[in-house]
């Protein structure tokens, strides 16, 4: 069966410092892959989605960046946290037919201090 | 560019009783998908029912349907015989078709469902 694993769960990090958030599917091949973030009480906006390793498009210019060096992991990260980075962080995956929809991680909790 | 909007910030049922959650899409795409998704206090997001939109049949999941009005962009989420442990963030969602997006989920900003014992 297809699983979907994100991690680390929570995280708090000073201004200024580095980041790296790791999402990884198993189960599927060649999945569609997508970074979410949610911000207190509101709906969730896309940052990047990936097609296919080292295939990455960015949504919404800011200051985090994605990689996937390999077909089932995705990585975001940033060199310089921003407190407006601070937010719930979604992975997601779907097979390219379109046929079963959706399936998130279990997300990361990010605050920024 | 595909929107979604869901005018209920925040709806209550009480327990056993039926309720529904309003969403209204724009796109101007022909094929497209509309989901329902869940998210309780835990925060992880669980698909509920989702519609292809070439079919005219309401998508049904046990307690959970859709009224899928096509013509006038509404994809509307019924929850029968409601459960403590609906209460939740409900978030419509379509997906951006084979466009630009590649098949993005464009997300509304969700309704707070409060189940009453």
């Known amino acids: 069966s297809q699983t979907i694993h994100q991690w680390p769960a929570t995280l708090v990090q000073p201004v200024g410092s580095p980041l790296s958030l790791e999402c990884t599917v198993e189960?599927?091949?060649?999945?569609?892959l997508y970074w979410y973030r949610q911000a207190a009480g509101r709906g969730l906006q896309l940052l990047f989605y990936?097609?296919?390793?080292?295939?990455i498009s960015s949504e919404v210019p800011q200051n985090l960046s994605a990689s996937r060096p390999q077909d089932r992991q995705f990585i975001l990260s940033s060199k310089k946290l921003l407190l407006s980075d601070s937010g719930f962080y979604l992975c997601?995956?779907?097979?390219?037919?379109?046929?079963?929809?959706?399936?998130f991680g279990s997300g990361t909790r990010l605050t920024v201090v | 560019a595909q929107t979604v909007t869901q005018s209920q910030p925040e709806m209550s049922v009480q327990e056993a009783e039926t309720v529904t959650l309003s969403c209204t899409y724009d796109t101007s795409e022909s094929d497209y998908y509309l989901f329902w998704y869940k998210q309780p206090p835990s925060r992880q997001m669980i698909l509920v029912i989702r519609?292809?939109?070439?079919?005219?049949q309401n998508a049904t999941e046990n307690r959970f349907s859709v009224n899928f009005q096509k013509a006038a962009k509404s994809f509307s989420l019924k929850i029968s015989d409601s459960q403590l442990g609906d209460a939740a963030m409900y978030f419509c969602a379509i997906e951006g078709g084979y466009g630009g997006s590649q098949g993005n989920l464009i997300f509304g900003k969700g309704t707070k469902l409060s189940v009453k014992p």
């Open positions: 997601a995956w779907t097979v390219r037919e379109r046929t079963d929809g959706y399936t």
């Open positions: 990936s097609v296919g390793i080292g295939q």
């Open positions: 189960g599927t091949s060649n999945p569609n």
């Open positions: 519609q292809e939109a070439y079919k005219q």
